[in-house]
């Protein structure tokens, strides 16, 4: 599959490929976004060499890292791994324009499906993915550390 390069959705967010700079503000936006079941330093850094991976961050207008999301690209599929927009700017659309760029890029760069697991009381979340055309396709019980189930969703693209 073709390499993802930045993206620019006018006006609102730039999505470019992470690097180790943007570890640190990453770890901290994780820690604040999950704080019962944060990703660890070492998962990010690891996801930089892991050939299948696609990390990218997203920047507001100003400069400011606003979010983040890790992409596998595994044969056909693209596996939205990890994703998280910044507490403090939830409910701004930018979590929508991060998955719009992701879908795009991701159908420009051969992929034929997107699937992801979302938190089965993160009805915010499964509210967003479903306007973008994302299906429920089952329940994984007690997928995450704390018991709770996810539901996995997929997007024909």
Not at 14 to 19: A, G
Request: aromatic share 10%; net charge negative.
């Amino acid at each position: 599959m073709a390499a993802v390069r930045a993206a620019q959705t006018p006006g609102r967010i730039t999505l470019s490929p992470m690097t180790s700079a943007d570890i640190p503000a990453i770890v901290d936006l994780e820690a604040a976004s999950f704080p019962e079941d944060p990703w660890p330093l070492e998962a990010f850094v690891h996801e930089l060499s892991n050939e299948f991976s696609q990390p990218m961050v997203a920047w507001d207008m100003d400069g400011n890292l606003i979010g983040y999301m890790i992409n596998w690209f595994i044969g056909p599929e693209v596996h939205i791994a990890n994703i998280a927009v910044d507490p403090e700017c939830r409910g701004m659309g930018y979590g929508r324009e991060m998955m719009k760029q992701a879908i795009r890029m991701s159908r420009e760069a051969g992929a034929e499906e997107m699937v992801l697991e979302v938190r089965i009381g993160n009805v915010p979340a499964i509210n967003l993915y479903v306007s973008l055309g994302f299906q429920k396709v089952y329940i994984r019980k007690f997928y995450y550390r704390n018991g709770e189930d996810a539901i996995v969703m997929a997007l024909a693209l």
